[in-house]
């Protein structure tokens, strides 16, 4: 067995052991918090399943270093949440006050949650974050579902409990980070093509946080420590699911491939959707005569407006991309990048006034075209006649003036136009291509030795020649220069390596 195949097998082995450790340790936490719940309670539960989850989450951190961002946020999530839980076992046991860590959890669930979201929303976006507006979308459609549960079953529910504005307000913020944590999860997951036990974890992470915060709001109201201890439960999928996440070799490999990001009807109809999902609710309440949910309303444009907003902007800049891009290729060259006839000519007619005009000292237009590139084409196919004509811009821009204009007039031939001393520049411009042509072109294990023909046009100060007239004399200077010395400039060989 050679070396490659050993570090191969190595690989394999190693990355098998780690996913079946991932698996065992979110059986275990599942299994250690049912227990722990059903002899000590569901706070107990908690606080042994979020600290055992965050040394496992801590010590699994380098296994997903290549996505560091976006689980260090996680990280810090977890962290909170740990903290939160602790709080929640010994500020009670030392006041004897059961809801004496009320405050605490008020402030650091949503932390905690956000630090979930915003290491969610980072590592499901493809590749450095370039294409996140997707994953917006998809968020936007999952907080939009969860403001209607909201708005039909659980404020309603609060509200006959009398829960105080501390439980609505934080229940709500916490659902609505779930949703759109879930929703960006699940794009993620649906958009690979194939499907990872990592995101796999992640994914049901977030699942059981929704769920778990709704039927705690649901069973508990107002009292956090009403909520049944089977509740630890999907609290142990939650925090497993992110520790067995940073075990699992897949994790490396989450993000999901660049979608499609073009502006559709369907993505306003979406955008449009989302905005007025709330107002949509808040009217029908009034209209019934109903508790018009003020707190639905600030929740929303916490959350939702924010998400709308840098979908616009993803959107208006992929626009303006495309507008550049559309004004690029419209004045230069798609193969070799250089200005097409179109922008070349442009520059010609005002460098011609220019010189007209007593503001240039003169000008040179050279007409350059390769010699029997044809048989390049016929004999080695476009594709190497493509790199080759790519290989001779590259050539003869790297030795030309920054101020001299180089372009692709067409096929196999290429303008120069350089302004200032005509009687200078004339030969330089011919020194700048035999130099640019002097050494073959490697194009890819294919060598050419490629020659061209030159004709000249000099636009002397005080001169007003039409543009039509430069074109066609140096045009015609260039076909007199290929007839006259074939022998000279046509040279051409290739050799295969």
Request: glycine residues 10%; proline residues 5%; charged residues 15%.
């Amino acid at each position: 067995m050679t070396g490659t195949a050993r570090d191969a097998r190595r690989w394999g082995v190693q990355n098998s052991a780690r996913a079946r450790s991932a698996h065992a340790v979110f059986v275990t936490l599942v299994a250690v918090a049912a227990v722990v719940a059903v002899l000590w309670g569901r706070r107990p539960a908690s606080l042994v399943v979020t600290s055992i989850a965050l040394v496992v989450f801590g010590l699994g951190f380098r296994t997903v270093r290549e996505t560091a961002p976006a689980w260090r946020a996680v990280l810090v999530g977890m962290a909170v949440l740990t903290f939160d839980a602790a709080c929640s076992v010994v500020l009670p046991a030392v006041t004897g006050d059961p809801g004496a860590a009320a405050s605490i959890t008020t402030v650091a669930l949503p932390v905690g949650f956000a630090g979930l979201l915003a290491g969610s929303i980072l590592l499901v976006s493809p590749r450095g974050r370039r294409h996140p507006g997707a994953v917006i979308d998809t968020a936007l459609v999952a907080v939009t579902a969860t403001t209607v549960l909201w708005a039909v079953l659980l404020r309603p529910h609060l509200d006959a409990v009398a829960a105080g504005p501390v439980t609505v307000v934080g229940t709500v913020l916490v659902l609505l980070i779930f949703g759109g944590m879930t929703g960006a999860l699940a794009r993620a997951w649906i958009s690979q093509e194939t499907r990872h036990a990592g995101l796999g974890y992640v994914l049901l992470s977030a699942a059981a946080g929704l769920v778990g915060n709704a039927l705690k709001a649901l069973t508990a109201g107002d009292d956090p420590s009403g909520a049944p201890w089977w509740i630890a439960i999907l609290w142990a999928v939650a925090y497993g699911g992110l520790a067995a996440a940073s075990l699992h070799p897949s994790s490396v490999a989450v993000a999901p491939p660049p979608p499609d990001e073009r502006l559709t009807p369907w993505r306003l109809v979406h955008l449009g959707l989302a905005l007025i999902t709330v107002p949509a609710i808040v009217g029908t309440q009034a209209a019934l005569g109903r508790h018009v949910d003020g707190i639905l309303v600030a929740a929303s444009a916490a959350v939702v407006v924010p998400l709308v907003l840098a979908r616009v902007a993803i959107l208006a800049r992929l626009y303006h991309s495309a507008q550049e891009r559309l004004a690029h290729l419209a004045e230069h060259d798609e193969l070799t990048g250089l200005p097409n006839r179109r922008a070349v000519t442009a520059h010609l007619h005002d460098a011609l006034a220019r010189v007209a005009a007593g503001r240039s000292p003169g000008a040179v237009v050279a007409f350059v075209d390769l010699d029997d590139f044809k048989s390049v084409n016929d004999g080695l196919g476009h594709p190497t006649g493509d790199r080759l004509l790519r290989a001779v811009s590259e050539r003869l821009r790297a030795r030309l003036r920054g101020t001299d204009v180089l372009a692709r007039f067409g096929g196999d031939e290429f303008l120069v136009v350089c302004e200032g001393d005509p009687d200078h520049l004339e030969q330089r411009v011919r020194d700048v291509l035999d130099g640019a042509l002097a050494e073959p072109f490697d194009l890819g294990g294919t060598v050419l030795d490629c020659r061209a023909s030159l004709g000249t046009f000099v636009v002397h100060p005080g001169t007003t020649p039409h543009l039509d007239e430069v074109l066609s004399a140096a045009d015609a200077a260039m076909y007199r220069e290929k007839g006259r010395a074939p022998g000279r400039l046509t040279r051409q060989a290739a050799r295969s390596r």
